[in-house]
């Protein structure tokens, strides 16, 4: 059976650490202490395999949640787990934030996203034109009589379109 302690850090960690296991919660909160443990010391605590315990030993040190001692034997700790905490929950939230940012430039310069706008149709037969990118009513009237002219001079070349097609086919009769 886990402990209830573990099963809580995992849940708050694996936002930021979402590859973590239970394994690794487990070594993690086993280095909870004033004086740094071997290995082997976690490897009795955890009772995990010497393989299990030195693999994620290694990524815990990757991630900076563990350090390590330059002397021998070679000791693990968590020097602040709160702070470490804290720390790597900043460097996640500002990679998201950069991220959110190329996205948005991504979508800015999309063909299929940029300057579009769309006329919906609502219930009751009314319509609004919309602007894509900001899904906001266009409201600017200069605007929308561009799109009245644009409109007319399309379908007045469909009508031109149509009536040569009808003056096609009566000729080939």
């Not at 991630?63 to 804290?86: C, D, Q, R, S």
């Not at 929308?144 to 003056?167: S, T």
Request: with cysteine; glycine share 6%.
């Amino acid at each position: 059976m886990l402990d209830t302690d573990i099963l809580a850090i995992h849940k708050i960690f694996r936002h930021i650490y979402p590859d973590f296991t239970l394994n690794h919660i487990t070594v993690y909160r086993c280095l909870w202490q004033i004086a740094p443990l071997s290995g082997e010391q976690v490897i009795k605590e955890t009772k995990l395999s010497r393989f299990t315990v030195y693999k994620i030993l290694a990524e815990l040190v990757a991630t900076g949640l563990v350090k390590k001692t330059n002397f021998k034997p070679i000791g693990y700790y968590a020097e602040n787990p709160v702070k470490a905490y804290h720390f790597c929950a900043q460097k996640v939230t500002s990679k998201l934030k950069r991220r959110r940012g190329q996205l948005k430039k991504l979508i800015d310069n999309a063909s299929g996203l940029s300057n579009e706008e769309y006329l919906l149709k609502l219930d009751g037969g009314q319509t609004k034109l919309i602007h894509m990118q900001t899904h906001e009513r266009i409201t600017d009237e200069e605007t929308l009589r561009q799109y009245k002219v644009g409109l007319d001079n399309n379908l007045k070349e469909l009508e031109r379109k149509k009536l040569k097609a009808w003056q096609l086919v009566g000729k080939v009769n």
